[in-house]
């Protein structure tokens, strides 16, 4: 089944209680495409792996996303009104600062 479309800003106005410590963050989307909605800062410092592709969208401020491409650890700058599409199965670790 579909889902409907999401109105980001009526979502962050009714829900940014859910984007503040210590989880900072909620997930909108996790089928083919995982679509985190972030508050920002993080604490996570591992690498994990998805094991779908993950969008970011980043809404206010800017974040870092460091990388593992091809054996290459690759740091990836995402700032305030940019997007960027990872592919699945890529190890990260995204770091987001206070804004």
Not at 74 to 86: A, K
């Given at each position: 089944?579909?889902?409907?479309?999401?109105?980001?800003?009526?979502?962050l106005?009714?829900?940014?209680?859910?984007?503040?410590?210590?989880?900072?963050?909620?997930?909108?989307?996790?089928?083919?495409?995982?679509?985190?909605?972030?508050?920002?800062?993080?604490?996570?410092?591992?690498?994990?792996?998805?094991?779908?592709?993950?969008?970011?969208?980043?809404?206010?401020?800017a974040?870092?996303?460091?990388?593992?491409?091809?054996?290459?650890?690759?740091?990836?700058?995402?700032?305030?009104?940019?997007?960027?599409?990872?592919?699945?199965?890529?190890?990260?670790?995204?770091?987001?600062?206070?804004?």
């Amino acid at each position: 089944m579909l889902s409907s479309p999401l109105n980001l800003p009526k979502w962050l106005e009714e829900n940014s209680h859910l984007l503040k410590p210590p989880i900072n963050n909620y997930c909108v989307y996790n089928e083919h495409v995982t679509v985190m909605i972030v508050g920002g800062p993080n604490a996570r410092t591992d690498y994990h792996i998805n094991e779908t592709a993950e969008w970011f969208y980043q809404y206010k401020g800017a974040m870092l996303l460091k990388v593992v491409d091809d054996g290459n650890f690759r740091d990836i700058n995402i700032g305030e009104g940019e997007m960027f599409l990872l592919p699945r199965e890529i190890p990260r670790t995204p770091f987001h600062e206070v804004s």
